[in-house]
């Protein structure tokens, strides 16, 4: 009996961990979309608008939010970050991190 909810146990740890993840790249894609980062760096996070702006697909999860946080704070503020500090206005920093690793997933 005690094998067998182990089993139950570590199965439900696993399918929700698997749901987590299923959630947190929706909530990615549906952020990507409502907070605008598409219309500069492409529908696909790999074709931006201007040949300047960065493709975001692939990047490192923890580099670009840590470029996200600098951003909305100041910290960064060169090249094209005027552009980006209106923004991140709009998005709060658990937001930049589900964004972060969605974008992180894209290839």
């Not at 990615?28 to 980062?37: D, E, F, H, R």
């Not at 600098?70 to 960064?76: E, L, Q």
Request: aromatic share 6%.
């Amino acid at each position: 009996m005690s094998k067998m909810k182990s089993v139950v146990v570590a199965l439900t740890v696993v399918s929700s961990m698997m749901i987590s993840a299923s959630v947190v790249a929706a909530d990615g894609a549906a952020l990507y979309k409502s907070k605008t980062c598409w219309s500069c760096h492409g529908k696909d996070a790999k074709t931006p608008l201007m040949p300047f702006y960065p493709s975001l697909a692939g990047q490192n999860a923890d580099y670009m939010f840590n470029q996200m946080k600098d951003i909305k704070s100041g910290a960064r503020n060169n090249g094209q970050t005027a552009a980006m500090k209106g923004v991140m206005g709009l998005v709060n920093e658990e937001e930049m991190r589900v964004l972060a690793d969605w974008l992180a997933e894209q290839q």
